[in-house]
Each structure stands twice: as C-alpha cells, then as structure tokens.
C-alpha cells in the first residue's frame, strides 16, 4: 500500500526533530541543549588538561592570535623610532590639543554655572520670541513690499506729470512764441 504525501511528509518531520531535539531522554523529557553542551565542555576540558600536547596546543592557538591580530603587525613593523618621529612630527598639534583641554577645564566653571544650568527653562522663552521675531520678519517683508510698490506708483506719477508738465510748457512756448515774436524752438 502507498503512504500518502501527508504521511511520507510527517514522517520526514518527525525524523527531523529526532535530529534537532534528539531522543526523549529519561521520564520521556526531552534533553536540553545546553546542559548537554555544558557537560561536553567540562569532559573535554578535563581530558585536556590531563594532556600536556593539548595544554602546549591551547598555549600556539593564544600566541598564534595575538600574532594575527592587526595591531600586533603594526606593533612590529614599526620601530621605536619611528612612533617617535610619529609623535614629533605631531608635536604642534598635539600642544594645540593639550592647550585647548587646558583651557576647557579652565572655563569648566562657567559650564556649571547657574546661567547654563537654567538653559532648559529659558528655551520656551527663547522658543516664543523667536517666533516672534518671524512673524516679525515676514510683516517687515510686508511693509518693505507695499513701500516698494508706493515708490513704485509714486515714481510713474512724478514721470506722468513731468511729461505732462514738458508738454504742457512746449505747448504754451507754441502759443506765446507767435505774440513775442520769437522763433519757434
């Protein structure tokens, strides 16, 4: 007789957590992991500290570590002297350095001063005024634009009127030219 697909499939799950969660162990409780891995750790540590090769072993894995460790090559490759140049070579810019750290605990005073501690509670202040100061700004962009505009007109007018003053005056020299007996310009 043929399993079916839902069988042959609980089967393959089943098998799967055998590996995973392993056998039921005694009182058909599972084992748990770790105090598995836990006593693993201790039989293996026992035998190897019973084994002189083994602690020698463990002693080149730490050394070869630290050999392969970045700052290690960096350690090496580069002589005493040559940190030296390093430093010298930095020297001004880390007296800058010192000078300033100097002068921050100089001034730590003033940053634990009551003024800077009372920051927080001058922020809403701070926040409203400002806000102020835009509403400010945008009504002074306001003004500043209507007087531009009014500059504006009053610049067309004084032009419209100079015109008409100009034309007005020619017209008058037409009239008056003919009564005094002056050429026309």
Not at 171 to 177: D, G, N, Q, S, V
Request: glycine letters at 2%.
């Amino acid at each position: 007789m043929e399993r079916s697909g839902v069988e042959d499939l609980d089967a393959r799950l089943q098998a799967l957590e055998k590996r995973v969660c392993g056998e039921l162990g005694k009182n058909n409780r599972p084992v748990k992991c770790a105090e598995s891995l836990a006593r693993i750790n201790t039989a293996l540590a026992n035998t190897a500290n019973k084994r002189e090769r083994v602690k020698i072993l463990h002693k080149k894995i730490e050394d070869l570590l630290k050999y392969l460790d970045p700052q290690f090559t960096d350690y090496i490759a580069v002589p005493d002297a040559m940190k030296l140049e390093f430093i010298l070579a930095e020297e001004d810019f880390l007296r800058s350095q010192a000078a300033l750290l100097e002068q921050v605990k100089n001034l730590q005073p003033l940053l634990d001063s009551n003024h800077i501690k009372a920051v927080p509670e001058l922020t809403t202040k701070v926040q409203r005024l400002s806000q102020i100061h835009i509403e400010q700004q945008n009504h002074n962009e306001e003004v500043s634009a209507e007087v531009r505009r009014l500059f504006e007109e009053y610049n067309k007018m004084m032009f419209l009127l100079s015109k008409q003053f100009t034309q007005w005056d020619e017209t008058l020299r037409k009239l008056e030219a003919p009564k005094q007996g002056q050429p026309i310009e």
